[in-house]
């Protein structure tokens, strides 16, 4: 069975930063996606990055493009997304998900309908 595991969440004032990490267990790790989504209670949930892994190729939502970036260690199978330049409206439950992609995806990367492999999630509030 597919294990995520991430950390990393917090309270921060906005302007602040983060780092949020997601450890994937059981599951393929080369080749394949890892995301970050986010979610608020009554909101569908949000593509917020993705990489692809073993490859490098990124995707970003518009929204956080130029504060946060997303990277990985295949050699401990985390991925991690760094988080800068917190706004409150970053304030969220985020996910980690994990699928079979390729660098052609496209948006499809930033798309929960495309992942079937989740974390628990982790909470992330930005006080302004």
């Known amino acids: 069975q597919v294990q995520l595991a991430e950390s990393g969440g917090g309270s921060v004032q906005s302007g602040g930063s983060l780092r949020l990490s997601c450890v994937v267990s059981?599951?393929?790790?080369?080749?394949?996606?890892v995301a970050w989504f986010r979610q608020v209670p009554g909101d569908e949930r949000e593509g917020v990055a993705a990489?692809?892994?073993?490859?490098?190729?990124?995707w970003y939502d518009d929204s956080v493009k130029g504060r946060f970036t997303i990277s990985e260690d295949s050699a401990v199978k985390t991925v991690y997304l760094q988080m800068d330049s917190l706004k409150p409206e970053d304030t969220a439950m985020y996910y980690c998900?994990?699928?079979?992609?390729?660098?052609?995806?496209?948006?499809?990367?930033?798309?929960?309908?495309?992942?079937?492999?989740w974390g628990q999630g982790t909470r992330v509030t930005v006080s302004s």
């Open positions: 059981r599951y393929p790790y080369l080749s394949n996606c």
């Open positions: 990489i692809l892994i073993g490859d490098g190729k990124t």
């Open positions: 998900a994990v699928d079979v992609c390729t660098a052609a995806y496209g948006w499809a990367a930033l798309s929960y309908h495309e992942y079937e492999n």
